[in-house]
């Protein structure tokens, strides 16, 4: 099935630093989202971006919705340790039957690991 | 509000056999959706309800399928479970599903198949 291409994999930082990620994808999505999920618990949702070029932040966050609406971004500032997890991309598009939307396409995640 | 809860948290099962995993939304949510998560595969997507109809379904065998009731509840059954059915299996909840963009997870239900 579709794929995004998240990268990347993981990333090795020290506290304080920015992190950036992103997701790309050969098909366009009309909601982007970005989630974190911590060790035995499901995804959280972080950000939701609705249309293309927008930027929103929460916090420390920042997310992009691509102008080509096939891509989107996240950035971490000034990282603390309980930034730690997996961090995934997700895109939805809109369905063709009658209104509804596909589920959620994910990416494989970014591994984030701070050493302090 | 209390978030999705799912039971069971932990669930070991034998190939062959078959199991039902239950998923109660976020209150007020009438849209509910199953994904599956591996180390390989990531997270995809089985199934979406709405008003107790599939509204939309993931690339995922016949052995997998779900229902919806009317208090919004969900469950999934997976039938002649195989080792690949090995993952944690999450329900996501929304309001509806036009705005299932905002889906809001719960702590998954982890099955090992042996």
């Known amino acids: 099935g579709q794929q995004l291409n998240q990268s990347p994999q993981s990333m090795f930082i020290q506290e304080g630093e920015d992190v950036s990620m992103n997701c790309t994808s050969s098909s366009i999505f009309n909601t982007w989202l970005w989630y974190k999920q911590d060790p035995g618990e499901g995804p959280v949702l972080l950000i939701a971006l609705y249309k293309a070029g927008e930027l929103t932040s929460n916090g420390r966050l920042t997310a992009q919705f691509g102008i080509t609406r096939k891509d989107s971004f996240l950035n971490i500032s000034a990282s603390i340790p309980s930034d730690v997890g997996i961090y995934f991309c997700a895109g939805r598009r809109r369905g063709n039957s009658g209104g509804g939307a596909d589920g959620l396409t994910f990416g494989k995640g970014t591994h984030l690991i701070i050493q302090p | 509000k209390a978030g999705v809860t799912q039971t069971p948290r932990y669930l070991i099962k034998t190939r062959g056999q078959q199991v039902t995993l239950s998923c109660s939304p976020i209150?007020?949510?009438?849209?509910v959706s199953w994904y599956q998560q591996t180390p390989g595969q990531g997270l995809q997507f089985l199934f979406e309800y709405f008003s107790e109809t599939q509204r939309n379904k993931g690339n995922f065998p016949g052995r997998f399928s779900g229902r919806q009731f009317s208090n919004s509840r969900s469950e999934m059954n997976v039938s002649t479970l195989e080792l690949g059915d090995s993952a944690l299996y999450l329900c996501a909840s929304s309001e509806t599903p036009q705005s299932s963009y905002e889906q809001y997870f719960g702590p998954g239900t982890r099955l090992t198949v042996t």
């Open positions: 209150s007020g949510h009438r849209s």
